[in-house]
Structure formats: structure tokens, C-alpha cells
Nanobody
Framework: QVQLVESGGGLVQAGDSLKLSCTASGRAASRYAVGWFRQAPGKERDFVAGITWGYGSTYYADSVKGRFSISRDNTKNMVYLQMNSLSPEDTAVYYC???????????????????WGQGTQVTVSS
């Protein structure tokens, strides 16, 4: 079991930056791929970024490549999403997620998320 709690959302203007944080707790949380999804009003929840268990590789949705950066600090059981050059299209509820299985890749997270945080709202005004 992995428990996830997000923080850092808010209201920003287009072009601004924002950093989201996620605290992961539970037995062997560092063994899971973790990442971020987002859901805009009236739309499905979409994958944003993921990072493989341990200090592995990262994986991004095309829509955020070059603007967003994901990282993790396993000593603190923290996952971060640095978001730069934000646009109104990035407005959504952002969810921290962990893969369903241990020792998973970020691609596994995208297809089989197993654990979710409660979400944090990010609103980008034009």
C-alpha cells in the first residue's frame, strides 16, 4: 500500500512557473514508479509525467515535454513536478499517482496506475 498527498497547487498567470510536491508513505514506497496525471473539467484524466522506481528514467506526455520536469527524492519519499511556461490549457486538477506494482517503469505507471492522491488544483489565467 502506498499513500500519496499532493501540495503546491494554486492560481498563476500564463508564463509563470509552479512546483507541485507529493509525499509518498507506506512500506517500500521508493520501489514504485510515481508520477502525475491531470484532469480538466469535462475531460478524462490524462498522464502528465512519470519516473521509474529508485532513481530511474523519466517519461513525459508530449504536451508537457520541455516545460515540465519530474524528480524524486527517495530519502524524503517526495516526488516533485516543476512546471514552467504554464498556459491556460494546463489548468486542471493534478493527481499524484503510483504504479500498481513494485519495481515498475514510468510507462507502467501510465498504463496501470494503482494508487492516487486526493488531487491539487492548478489554475492558469490568461
Amino acid at each position: 500500500q502506498v499513500q500519496l498527498v499532493e501540495s503546491g497547487g494554486g492560481l498563476v498567470q500564463a508564463g509563470d512557473s509552479l512546483k507541485l510536491s507529493c509525499t509518498a508513505s507506506g512500506r517500500a514506497a521508493s520501489r514504485y514508479a510515481v508520477g502525475w496525471f491531470r484532469q480538466a473539467p469535462g475531460k478524462e484524466r490524462d498522464f502528465v509525467a512519470g519516473i521509474t522506481w529508485g532513481y530511474g528514467s523519466t517519461y513525459y506526455a508530449d504536451s508537457v515535454k520541455g516545460r515540465f520536469s519530474i524528480s524524486r527524492d527517495n530519502t524524503k519519499n517526495m516526488v516533485y513536478l516543476q512546471m514552467n511556461s504554464l498556459s491556460p490549457e494546463d489548468t486542471a486538477v493534478y493527481y499524484c499517482a503510483a504504479a500498481k506494482e513494485e519495481f515498475s517503469s514510468a510507462q507502467d505507471l501510465r498504463s496501470r496506475p494503482g494508487y492516487w492522491g486526493q488531487g491539487t488544483q492548478v489554475t492558469v489565467s490568461s
